[in-house]
């Protein structure tokens, strides 16, 4: 008979390290100095969920989630220096699910005493004998997976993700809603869903009845746990649906935990069992109610984290959304695309949401007789600040653009008012010293009858012109300073040179700014050079040079590889591939003139089929205007004098439209009249070459004049002058379709 603790011949002959391994309730794998598996017992296909994989296959292949990769390869290092490692490791198993795995590994140890490899033991935390060991590790990579959630949907998502199936094959996480509480997530174990009619979906209103542990969890704001609902003597249901499924089901347990943060009650999160799936433990425990207390903790602050973060996007993009043009008008011969983007909130670098806003902007301008400005611009800089500084920009250029100088001119006037603006700061001395901010701006005009494009330059990027499968940036030959940064004793004037170029028909112009091509590096860590991501971008979008606009700045937006690393502005916009209609004549500044003029426009509105009510009102204007150049003709070389009136001496401006300078008219002297139609107006132009800018007058009873441009005021939609190399233009607009 043999001793006690004997073994007999059979249990001998069984008893080898393969076959204990086999019947281990806890995964070993076996790898070698390289990390190349060797072995792994059945418990590990088991916990993985994988089936078992061949010899040689790297141990990151078990699914540990790309995050730890640095952890694993830590834990190889130390462990073949001949320590021991133990750590918890986020795993996705097979069917998608993550797992938290708690793993300890050794040494492999030749005879020779020299290590050969690594034998890694792993389980399922919280499901041993070991559970307040694991808690603390656990609790604190909930917490890393948490604080790297910035959305209230990504943070709620990684909640459910880390709950179930690890810990739960029911979660729902229901917020608060102003009084209402609203269910957010309903996550289950894997291929099952609750049927219609049954457990409410995300998005409705739920309403637990008093007596309902949810309830008493919500009143009482303390977590609530239902050991075992065979013993729990019932508690009443939502619905007769939900109290059918748990009796489907068979729902064993359940965990509620209020989601509380600086004494506010933010909603629920609740946790449950069933037979869905087969646990060693069907039940939850005390010891499992103040670990789901801990995670709601810790959830509670991370969504009141999203929804703060939420808030203030919301109040950031808002802000941003109202400084730039909230619509684009509608123009004639051209198509126009915009983007604006946000930079992705530096979190990491301690700079917060508010570098979600930035200083880049973009408008576009409607000036006289269907001529348009276009600018685009950057304010050194993210931050309030800079997209104050922007704003105040904006508004300033835009009351510019309508005196319709030239773009140059346009950059002399806001690089003036770039200085006004600084922020008065003290040096060491104490003295206040005005530091303007650094902003790049390109400020263009373009002239759709035309096709002419003048444009001016404040160390903006140039233009990417699209055209004939072709994208090249546009041949700038003067680029000055950004504004705010032209020396002392240097006139604007000097440094914002004009250009012109002429559009071909079709072609496409885009305008941006830096955060379009300056990216974060990608995940390998390499920063590409401006003139790299300058390629690839006119690469990509030279293969759609032809495409609509709002396809070509949505293409622009994905062409570089890499994150926005600041705010991105784009505009696109596209020559008309057809001429439009115009028609142009120089008559000779004589009274008989007025009606050729009249007569030309009569024709030229009859051959556009104008409304005959707007043709007519459009040569009763035409008329007017050109009358008042004809009386007021003079040439340079004859000496201007004061009308001489009783009273002082008026100015000149207060001589238009006055009788009484027929005498003046000099033969030599000539006027031109353009007639433009879009496609819901016409515009007229009548240009000569006096220098005087007019404006409306009130004239008396008795006064012969004076009434000329209170009616193209009273009877155009829009009308204007602006100053020529030559002289003036008087310009106004009349609608072809209502008023």
Not at 252 to 266: D, K, M, N, W, Y
Not at 337 to 359: E, F, M
Not at 507 to 525: E, K, N, S
Request: hydrophobic share 40%; glycine share 8%.
């Amino acid at each position: 008979m043999n001793r006690w603790g004997d073994l007999s011949q059979e249990t001998a002959d069984h008893l080898n390290a393969g076959s204990v391994l086999d019947h281990a309730e806890m995964a070993v794998v076996v790898t070698d100095r390289f990390s190349n598996l060797l072995y792994w017992n059945p418990f590990a296909e088991k916990l993985f969920g994988r089936k078992s994989p061949s010899r040689d296959t790297p141990v990151l292949s078990l699914g540990i989630l790309e995050k730890d990769h640095p952890l694993a390869i830590d834990l190889a290092k130390h462990v073949l220096k001949g320590g021991v490692w133990e750590g918890t490791f986020d795993v996705r198993r097979g069917d998608g699910t993550i797992l938290y795995v708690r793993a300890q590994a050794v040494p492999l140890r030749h005879a020779s005493g020299s290590v050969t490899g690594i034998v890694i033991m792993a389980r399922e935390a919280l499901r041993s004998n070991e559970r307040e060991k694991d808690r603390f590790g656990l609790l604190e990579r909930i917490g890393e997976r948490l604080a790297g959630s910035l959305y209230v949907e990504e943070t709620l998502k990684r909640v459910a993700e880390m709950l179930v199936p690890q810990f739960a094959d029911h979660c729902f996480i229901e917020l608060m809603e102003g009084d209402r509480l609203v269910r957010r997530v309903s996550q289950h174990v894997q291929g099952w869903t609750p049927p219609s009619g049954t457990w409410k979906p995300v998005g409705a209103e739920i309403r637990y009845p008093t007596g309902h542990y949810a309830d008493t969890a919500l009143r009482r704001q303390e977590t609530i746990l239902v050991e075992s609902f065979a013993s729990s003597g019932g508690f009443p249901a939502p619905s007769e649906g939900s109290a059918r499924l748990c009796g489907e089901i068979g729902m064993t347990s359940a965990i509620v935990a209020p989601l509380l943060v600086r004494g506010e009650t933010l909603g629920l999160m609740y946790l449950g069992l069933s037979n869905l799936t087969d646990r060693r433990s069907p039940h939850y425990d005390a010891f499992d109610r103040d670990f789901v207390g801990a995670i709601a903790t810790r959830v509670a602050l991370a969504i009141d984290n999203a929804l703060l973060f939420e808030e203030e996007r919301h109040t950031a993009e808002s802000f941003q959304k109202y400084l730039l043009p909230r619509a684009l008008p509608q123009l004639d011969g051209l198509e126009i695309a915009v983007r604006y983007y946000p930079a992705a909130p530096l979190a990491s670098h301690g700079q917060g949401i508010q570098t979600q806003v930035g200083g880049d902007w973009y408008d576009v301008i409607p000036l006289s007789a269907g001529r348009v400005g276009i600018v685009i611009g950057d304010v050194e800089g993210r931050g309030a600040k800079a997209a104050a500084i922007m704003g105040q920009l904006r508004a300033a250029l835009r009351a510019f653009a309508q005196d319709d100088k030239s773009p140059a001119d346009i950059l002399a006037r806001l690089d003036e008012w770039t200085r006004i603006i600084a922020t008065p700061e003290h040096d060491d001395n104490g003295a206040e010293v005005s530091i303007p901010p650094i902003v790049t701006c390109q400020y263009l005009v373009y002239d759709a009858w035309s096709r002419q494009l003048s444009f001016a330059n404040a160390g903006h990027a140039p233009p990417l012109l699209l055209v004939d499968g072709q994208c090249l940036e546009l041949d700038i030959e003067e680029v000055g300073q950004p504004l705010g940064v032209r020396a002392k004793g240097l006139h604007a004037d000097l440094v914002y040179k004009e250009e012109t170029r002429t559009l071909p028909p079709g072609a496409a112009l885009l305008l941006y700014t830096d955060g379009l091509v300056d990216r974060r590096p990608g995940r390998d860590g390499q920063m590409a050079s401006e003139e790299e991501t300058l390629g690839v971008l006119c690469e990509k979008l030279a293969k759609m040079s032809g495409a609509e606009v709002e396809r070509i700045a949505d293409a622009a937006t994905v062409a570089v590889p890499g994150e926005i690393d600041d705010d991105m502005a784009i505009l696109v916009l596209r020559s008309s591939d057809v001429d439009l209609d115009v028609e142009e004549r120089t008559f000779p500044a004589q009274p008989i003139m007025v009606g050729e003029a009249r007569r030309m426009a009569s024709e030229a509105f009859s051959s556009w089929n104008v409304p005959e009510e707007r043709a007519e009102l459009a040569c009763l204007l035409v008329s007017e205007v050109v009358t008042n150049v004809v009386l007021h003709a003079a040439t340079a070389s004859i000496p201007r004098r004061e009308l001489v009136v009783e009273g002082p001496p008026l100015p000149f401006e207060e001589s238009w439209d006055m009788p009484g300078f027929e005498d003046e008219v000099v033969g030599d002297k000539e006027f031109t009249l353009r007639l433009r139609r879009g496609e819901e107006s016409v515009w007229v132009e009548v240009f000569d070459q006096d220098l005087r800018l007019p404006r409306i007058r009130s004239a008396g009873e008795n006064d012969e004049g004076g009434r000329g441009l209170y009616l193209v005021d009273q009877l155009a939609r829009r009308w204007g002058s602006r100053p020529t190399r030559e002289g003036k233009a008087v310009w106004f607009e009349i609608p072809t379709r209502g008023r």
